[in-house]
Every structure is written in structure tokens, then in C-alpha cells.
């Protein structure tokens, strides 16, 4: 069974960066591919970001282009999300996801999820 577990979560000031990671166990990590998603108070779940398992292949929502970057470590088992020149919008709690297959295509729905990490952005 697929275990993904979140760090790297914080308080921030708007402006500032964090990184989250995502580690992985229970599976061949390169095997899937990737993905992260957030969840604000009162509000659905969205995605933010996903990447193929090789890595060659990555997706990000409109909100946080040119500003997040997501990318996997498969040696490590381990999924980041840099994410830099972050707002008050960003306060999220922020998912790792992980899909069935190798590829992702947008809309496809995660098959595991992690426990999820607080992010607060104040301004």
C-alpha cells in the first residue's frame, strides 16, 4: 500500500518561499507519476501541479505558474513543490497525490493521497 507522507509546510510572508516534499513508500516510486493539490478554508480541493514519472512531462494550474515548480527525486522517493513569490491566495493545506499509472493528463484523479501540510501566506 502506497504511504505519502508531507513536510515542509509554515508560516510565510507574502513574498517569501517554502518547499514542501513528499516522500513516498509502498510502491516503485518512478512507477507513477505525481501530483499536488490544495484545499483553502471553505473551499474544493484543487490541483496545483503534477509531473510524469520520469519527470519529462509537467502540468501546473494557471494560479501558480511562474512561481511554483514541482519535481521528484526517484532515487529518493521524494516529490517537491518549491514554491516562491507566494500570496495570501496560497494559504492552503497543500496534498501530495499520487496517480495509478506513469502519466498524468489533466483531470485524471489521484489513487493515493497524503495527509496534507498546512501553508499560511500573511501579508
Known amino acids: 500500500q502506497v504511504q505519502l507522507v508531507e513536510s515542509g509546510g509554515g508560516l510565510v510572508q507574502a513574498g517569501g518561499s517554502l518547499r514542501l516534499s513528499c516522500r513516498s513508500s509502498?510502491?516503485?516510486?518512478?512507477?507513477?507519476?505525481m501530483g499536488w493539490f490544495r484545499q483553502a478554508p471553505g473551499q474544493e480541493r484543487e490541483f496545483v501541479a503534477a509531473?510524469?514519472?520520469?519527470?519529462?512531462?509537467?502540468y501546473y494550474a494557471d494560479s501558480v505558474k511562474g512561481r511554483f515548480t514541482i519535481s521528484r527525486d526517484n532515487a529518493k522517493n521524494t516529490m517537491y513543490l518549491q514554491m516562491n513569490s507566494l500570496k495570501p491566495e496560497d494559504t492552503a493545506v497543500y496534498y501530495c497525490?499520487?496517480?495509478?499509472?506513469?502519466?498524468?493528463?489533466?483531470?485524471?484523479?489521484?489513487?493515493?493521497w497524503g495527509q496534507g501540510t498546512q501553508v499560511t501566506v500573511s501579508s
Open positions: 497525490a499520487g496517480y495509478s499509472g506513469s502519466s498524468y493528463y489533466p483531470g485524471l484523479s489521484p489513487e493515493y
Open positions: 509502498g510502491r516503485t516510486f518512478s512507477d507513477y507519476a
Open positions: 509531473i510524469k514519472w520520469s519527470g519529462s512531462r509537467i
